[in-house]
């Protein structure tokens, strides 16, 4: 009897000995940043107010954002970064529509056309990579809680490992490198490379994503090319 017990701790010890490491919020945090910083170089024509109106709405909604996170408080941490995720997005798609409808008149030159247009493609791949991070399989604070990642709106290479695999890493969850990765390809590619798509919230983001970028590169960045 001893014996048998024994043999069920030393099967039960490795899995309940895992600790989960938190996720790290830099990442994320630089990405919003980033996106306020970049905005800088869009034309005031093409943003909604100054254009440096964007960073400090990024600015000052990041502050409650990381305090939420500090003291635990995960419901409005979520709120607050849905917010501020959202202003950056609707800032990106006003300033490109506005860029695509002035685009006849021939407003922008060239140069600040491809300055816009670049800026644009890139606040849309950190924005996006952001929403995947937030929303996907509940939040940071959400995958945290778990021991394992099984299950989300993304299947990424590493959930479908076989258990006999080498590379298997039983604590292994997607981080924002990984959502920043998935974000890069569906802008580059309009689809995802490596990771099928489950959930429909998911397919729509992406479907919004591509066809921000696809705009962006293939409207503005060929019309500045043929004015040049």
């Known amino acids: 009897m001893e014996n048998t017990s024994g043999e069920a701790s030393q099967k039960i010890q490795p899995e309940s000995a895992f600790k989960v490491e938190p996720e790290p919020r830099w990442p994320a945090i630089i990405a919003a940043l980033a996106s306020g ?66 685009l006849p008149a021939k407003k922008e030159s060239p140069t600040d056309l491809l300055r816009a247009a670049g800026a644009l493609w890139i606040c849309n791949i950190l924005v996006f990579a952001c929403w995947y991070w937030r929303l996907d399989a509940g939040g940071p604070h959400s995958r945290d809680l778990r021991q394992f990642h099984t299950d989300g709106a993304f299947l990424f290479p590493q959930m479908t490992l076989p258990e006999d695999s080498k590379m298997l890493n039983p604590l292994w969850r997607p981080g924002f490198i ?51």
């Open 37 to 102: 910083g970049l905005y800088l170089s869009v034309p005031e024509r093409l943003t909604p107010g100054p254009s440096w109106l964007l960073l400090v709405v990024v600015f000052v909604l990041l502050i409650p954002t990381i305090l939420t996170h500090r003291l635990g408080i995960a419901r409005w941490n979520y709120i607050l970064g849905t917010i501020l995720t959202g202003i950056i997005t609707a800032a990106v798609v006003w300033s490109l529509a506005v860029l695509i409808l002035g």
């Open 178 to 228: 990984d959502y920043l990765f998935l974000a890069f390809n569906t802008s580059t590619a309009f689809s995802p490379t490596d990771v099928p798509v489950l959930s429909r919230w998911a397919k729509s983001l992406m479907m919004v994503q591509s066809s921000i970028s696809l705009g962006t590169l293939a409207i503005l960045a060929a019309r500045a090319i043929n004015i040049l």
